[in-house]
C-alpha cells in the first residue's frame, strides 16, 4: 500500500512539473517534410475464376489451373515464395432469368498473388504467364518496407530541421532566445503515389493497343512527416 501511495505522488509531481514547464514563455513549431522516390515493390493481383456445372468439376478444375499457373511461373524462375493464394472458395453460381435468381452451376474464385521488387524481366515473366491463361490482373506499386523504413528516418530528420529553422526566425523577429526543449510529438506516415493510378486492371480480352498504353514503370511516391516541438524561450 505504502508503495502504491508512492508511486501516486511520483506521477503527480511529475505530471503537475511537466504543466508547469508547458504553461512558461514557450514557441510551439510544427516542423513538415516530404520526401520522394520511386516505388522499388510491383504486385500483381490475379483472380482465378472458375465456373462448371458440378461442384466436383469445380473444384478440380479449380485446383488443376491453379496448380498449372503456379507451375507456369516457377518454369518461369519466379521463385514459390513469392506466389501467393488466398480466399479459395466455391458458391452456387446464381443468374437471372425471367426476372427470376436461379442457380446455374458453381463457381469457384481465388486470389493470386505475385509480389517483388520491381524489374522489366519480372513483368515480362508475369505477363507472359496471364497471357497464356487468359486470365485478368491488377498492377500496384508500393513502397518496400526497407524503403519505407529508410525515408521515414529521412522524413523525421527533415522535420526537425525545418521546425528548428522556423523556430529560429521566430525568436529572432520576437527578440527572444531559444532555451531547452519541452516537448516533441511527431505524426502519422503518409504514403502518396504520385502522379500515378496506383491500381488497374487489365484484361487479355482488351485488344492489343490499350495493353500496349499501360505504364508499367514504377511511380514516384511520397512520404509525408511532421514534427511538433515545443521550446522553452529566455
Given at each position: ?6 508511486l501516486?505522488?511520483?506521477f ?12 512558461q514563455s514557450?514557441i510551439?513549431?510544427?516542423g513538415?517534410?516530404?520526401?520522394k ?16 456445372s458440378?461442384?466436383v468439376?469445380c ?10 499457373f ?27 432469368e425471367e426476372g ?6 458453381y463457381q469457384?474464385?481465388?486470389n ?6 520491381y524489374?522489366?524481366q ?19 506499386f508500393?513502397?518496400?518496407d526497407?524503403?519505407?523504413t ?12 525545418d ?14 532566445q ?8 511527431y505524426?502519422?506516415?503518409?504514403y502518396?503515389?504520385?502522379p500515378?493510378?496506383?491500381e ?9 493497343r490499350?495493353?500496349?498504353?499501360l505504364?508499367?514503370?514504377?511511380p ?6 511532421s514534427?511538433?516541438?515545443i521550446?522553452?524561450?529566455?
Amino acid at each position: 500500500m505504502k508503495k502504491v501511495t508512492y508511486l501516486l505522488m511520483l506521477f503527480v509531481l511529475s505530471a503537475t512539473n511537466i504543466s508547469a514547464q508547458l504553461n512558461q514563455s514557450s514557441i510551439q513549431v510544427v516542423g513538415k517534410a516530404t520526401v520522394k522516390e520511386m516505388a522499388e515493390e510491383i504486385i500483381f493481383r490475379i483472380p482465378l475464376k472458375i465456373i462448371d456445372s458440378s461442384y466436383v468439376g469445380c473444384n478440380d478444375r479449380m485446383s488443376l489451373t491453379l496448380n498449372e499457373f503456379k507451375k507456369e511461373l516457377k518454369q518461369k524462375g519466379i521463385p514459390e515464395k513469392l506466389i501467393q493464394t488466398s480466399n479459395f472458395s466455391i458458391t452456387e453460381n446464381m443468374i437471372y432469368e425471367e426476372g427470376k435468381r436461379v442457380q446455374k452451376g458453381y463457381q469457384g474464385s481465388v486470389n493470386i498473388v505475385v509480389a517483388d521488387k520491381y524489374s522489366p524481366q519480372l513483368i515480362e515473366k508475369v505477363l507472359e504467364s496471364i497471357s497464356g491463361f487468359q486470365l485478368n490482373y491488377r498492377i500496384n506499386f508500393a513502397m518496400s518496407d526497407n524503403q519505407k523504413t529508410r525515408l521515414t528516418k529521412r522524413a523525421m530528420e527533415n522535420a526537425v530541421e525545418d521546425a528548428k529553422q522556423k523556430a529560429l526566425i521566430l525568436a529572432e523577429a520576437s527578440n527572444v532566445q531559444l532555451g531547452s526543449i519541452l516537448k516533441i510529438s511527431y505524426g502519422i506516415d503518409q504514403y502518396r503515389p504520385e502522379p500515378f493510378l496506383s491500381e488497374r486492371m487489365m484484361s487479355n480480352q482488351s485488344d492489343q493497343r490499350s495493353q500496349n498504353e499501360l505504364n508499367l514503370s514504377p511511380p514516384m511516391t511520397s512520404l509525408y512527416k511532421s514534427v511538433l516541438i515545443i521550446w522553452e524561450i529566455n
